[in-house]
């Protein structure tokens, strides 16, 4: 099977990385063209951008001349990498221009018309589309994934939440670096330290996860009742973001219970088949101390939320510890899911 | 005014060798002997502990010869840096001998004659002393110093407990490694990692914070009615722990009320007029990203509480950060000022 | 082809672990048994090892009984990650009864009839077994794998020394953590901190450095003539050991020459063609910052040094800088190589 | 006595903070102007500046309305922290208006006119300055103070060279991150990796070195003959940077000669009785395992360089371990100690 040529906006930063990373050698997906902000369009990208992860970029990207952020890239599935502002004024002109764009960017994340997308946790979202092309007047499509921090607090919560109905959150996280881009966390600001605030990130945590685990309903989003207290900090890790949840329920579960509908999950047909999703979307460990995020950031290629610590809490039901690769999930990843899962449902054919 | 000759029990330790460093200059009191365990006695003390502080021990002490954990020392102060198996059977020897003992360690933190002291949140519970001397039968008096992060904790809500009535208290902190002694955590386990388990710690934190926010009724100990949830972690910090706070009153103060709370907090007569006693015990910083560990641990020379981020809670009533220097004021340095407290209130001479 | 049945003696340790993961789908070895100490044997491997790395161990290990340090394993060729006074007694044992002992224990690296091997490097030491096995009575071998730095030092040089003659080499390292296995460097000895001392280091760098580059002549090891003076520090980086290199030629070769020999390096037949080879043994980037560990360590899969700044030297001829993966390559991996050499020449079968 | 007037240049950047909290409670001096580019000028200092040391900047300093780069201010001792473009074009301005300057920046180190001063290390340098007001036509003055990194290379050195005449050094640095700046090094770049390249830094070890050991003759400056070859790598570390060294002397020293010549190092007069001069320039640590940067980084305030590991070398003569303080002794900290000799020795007067 021929693959499908893809677009890379926002080629250059440390999402785009990623994406150009993830894609190098995707079965399905083929990047035919990357794109970024006047300062490196018209350059190679191997010259564009300041790679950051292992090794070098691939060959075959490394060569291609990076183009403007306009509608005329020779690709129907686009990745968007954006910075929020950006973003806000980019993707529509390619939703608009037929596009379908899977965006990692915060800019549409809680518009009421646009899927916010982890296929396992709420890939129904997907009924939305159709009345996002009529109320938007596009005749492609636009689909986000959330926030990295989010991605580990509704995974974790997914199954929870079906079986005993989650009613209040709290969420404390340590986040790595790598969440803030590129350059970033200046070193003076992080190593020996801890920044316990991250601008924008809390409400972010509280909102989008009622979204995610919210349902819809004759293509209206419904959000979830489901009251959340997030505290955000930033910790000197590279890679990967740990939460510390307690949670209460509609019927308070016993830990066996809990640790058994996290052990069953995986997510809604055809979830389970799409070539990168993980064999068990939620892994519980079985140690007092784990998980962490530098020991299961990479479990299952980095695809998965890793668990822990599931304990009854003082004050709500049960506490626990749930961490996810923030970018090999959390952003990149994720976008990449939410596409195999638009090809899987044949959004991309519509 | 001669200074007051005192003992450091389990002078090699890491927190051991943080008495010697602070008693180096104290003003009232003057190592007479440093002790160990048997692997340690009778060397010097310079050749008997690997000195991981800045510099290199004083040097009146460095030529100290260790003597055996007997209480047949010079001295009739006693601070304990013992490990709380050993510090369980050596701790009261000493009391019984006479001595008063001022303790870092866990073992009789939460005996129900035993005083667990911060000056400033809970002095008047050394009305305990004379039971514990008519029960035990001992001619001497042992007082402990709450584990490092209920510091953070106690001293935070101390002033907000007393204004508005704290009723439930999620906790979530972030760890240095010197909380865990020499040699500790090993680098392998934290670099570019966080461990989401400190063995018994949560169980401190929502115990300890009780007692302390406790009163002493008839000499007999109170305990408060909080409910507190802890999510202890490790992070690669040196010094400093940092806690997120969650807390509901009785009363929900507005944020600008509990910000004055806590700037007014002074703690009771004569705890300000000690020698190590803070100009200001909860210091408020006003900037959305503080307080931090790096930054604020040595404010009043790591005697105080740094506190930010007073904002509302969705699920409780406020949220807060609190970082407390976790041996300059957690360890060893609270046990220096109990002692301090000790002798101006009598109980040296008793 | 039935894969041919190892043993791993050490195997709870941090260089254990690796040859059980790296073993645990490798094309030619499958792990029969795990041997370690006393305190180990007797017990399944999953409850004898505390895991380090990523994940979990490889389930079929993880089921197995971990064995005594006794010559009664089922499998002829045996990997020791023994500490060095271990290593001293049991390796004789082994080789001994006719087991073919790939160690990466110093006991026996510097012994005049044991190879130190690299296979790239000096795969002609091989030469030596024949001799050994006379000399000591043994009817099986043992051969050994270098130092860690050593590894980066030697791979750097090997092309250059057969082009141009190293006469002398200024090596100064900043050493990974892992290389001192676990629980190995205190977290507080090495965060926000650099530890300029690792015993035994720096005259194991200047003395394998001479082995390796040296030649047999008649099954006897001559040494290279070549000075190097080390300077070993520990600085805070997980994996990966990084070298500052200034080497003197017999013939000074300018920078362009010395980057097409580190460029066309392929070690001698049937080295490249083995299972674990690299594609390209030294990797050269051009870029002004690289190499870097947390960059380069991964470059195909660990099994490479990565090479750069190649620049011009005011005291000697050439600087430059080296990174290995330290246990990738240069522990675990290196033996693994070995053992693949000695499969293809037959020293397996003799 | 009343405390001499003094403004900092460049007081917002991260060498302009640690100006304004080392002149805090400096006995001589007193913080009478701060300025800064146009960006900042005409707010107030705690506005303009993003205050990174620890507590919060001086009170009295933090009122301050920031000034803009004119020689204008009232104060005629002044402070540069300016980054080199600007320094290059503004410090001639104020020098030239009758201002004596005293710069941390490296525009005009190497300037054959413009004395790079280490007060222990060449105190006489200061005969050059009656050469430059005639060469320059200034009524003022302007000297230099060294790379950070070339402090701790210089000040180890001096000593030796004075008594055995250094000829070859080799140097490798690990530098701390606080070097750079702010907000300098990105996180994403140096937690768990070393970056062996510092843009510049080789060279100015390289010459700065020879400027700093040689002499000056007839107001003339003569460059020592000494042959250093620099290798310059960022590490994780906050503060302090670490240097290896092995050095070639004209008369081989055994190495307890160097100890003593180290040790009984004092600079000359009036330099020891200048107020941030510290007791003793060169520290020297038994430890095999020291200096550290976090553990030797504070010795005297900051304001030595604690050398150790003194040994001999299989190529030079000796091998030593220096490190320094790179911005209480190197940056901030070296120009305040210039400027108290400018005092001393009655240049301000001029």
Redesign the interface.
């Known amino acids: 099977m021929a693959r499908i040529p893809v677009a890379v906006l926002g080629a250059t930063g440390?999402v785009g990385q990623r994406f150009v990373q993830l894609l190098s050698d995707h079965p399905w997906f083929e990047v035919a063209a990357v794109a970024a902000s006047e300062r490196s369009a018209g350059r190679s990208y191997a010259e564009a951008c300041h790679w950051?992860?292992?090794?070098?970029p691939p060959a075959r990207v490394a060569a291609m001349e990076v183009a403007a952020l306009e509608p005329t890239l020779d690709a129907r599935l686009v990745f968007s990498a954006l910075p929020a502002p950006v973003a806000r004024s980019v993707e529509p002109l390619f939703a608009g221009a037929g596009y379908v764009v899977c965006s990692n960017a915060s800019a549409f994340r809680t518009a009421p018309d646009v899927p916010l997308l982890i296929p396992e946790v709420n890939a129904p979202h997907l009924d939305m589309l159709s009345c996002q092309r009529e109320a938007r007047g596009w005749s492609g499509s636009l689909v986000t994934s959330p926030n990295c921090t989010v991605t580990a607090v509704a995974m974790a919560l997914k199954p929870l939440h079906d079986a005993f109905g989650a009613q209040?959150?709290?969420a404390?996280s340590?986040q790595a670096?790598?969440g803030a881009g590129?350059?970033?966390?200046?070193?003076?600001?992080?190593?020996?330290?801890?920044?316990?605030?991250i601008?924008g990130e809390e409400e972010k945590v509280?909102h989008e996860t009622r979204i995610l685990l919210g349902d819809v309903v004759g293509g209206t989003r419904r959000e979830a009742e489901v009251?959340?207290?997030a505290?955000c900090?930033r910790?000197?890790?590279?890679d990967g973001h740990?939460v510390?949840l307690?949670v209460q329920f509609e019927r308070q579960p016993a830990v066996f219970e809990a640790l058994e509908v996290l052990r069953a999950f995986r997510g809604p047909s055809p979830v389970p088949n799409l070539p990168s999703a993980p064999r068990q979307p939620v892994h519980v460990?079985p140690e007092?101390?784990?998980?962490?995020?530098?020991?299961?950031r990479?479990?299952e290629s980095g695809r998965v939320v890793t668990v822990?610590?599931v304990r009854e809490?003082?004050?709500?039901d049960l506490?626990l510890?749930s961490v996810v690769h923030n970018t090999l999930r959390g952003a990149a990843g994720g976008a990449i899911l939410n596409a195999e899962l638009l090809v899987a449902t044949g959004v991309l054919e519509r």
Do not use: W
């Open positions: 440390a950051g992860l292992s090794g070098a209040k959150v709290f404390a340590m670096i790598s590129y350059p970033g966390v200046a070193s003076l600001d992080i190593i020996d330290n801890v920044v316990p605030y601008g509280q009251e959340v207290s505290h900090n910790v000197p890790v590279v740990t510390c307690s460990r007092p101390d784990r998980p962490q995020p530098r020991r299961d990479d479990t822990g610590r809490c003082p004050l709500l506490r510890v």
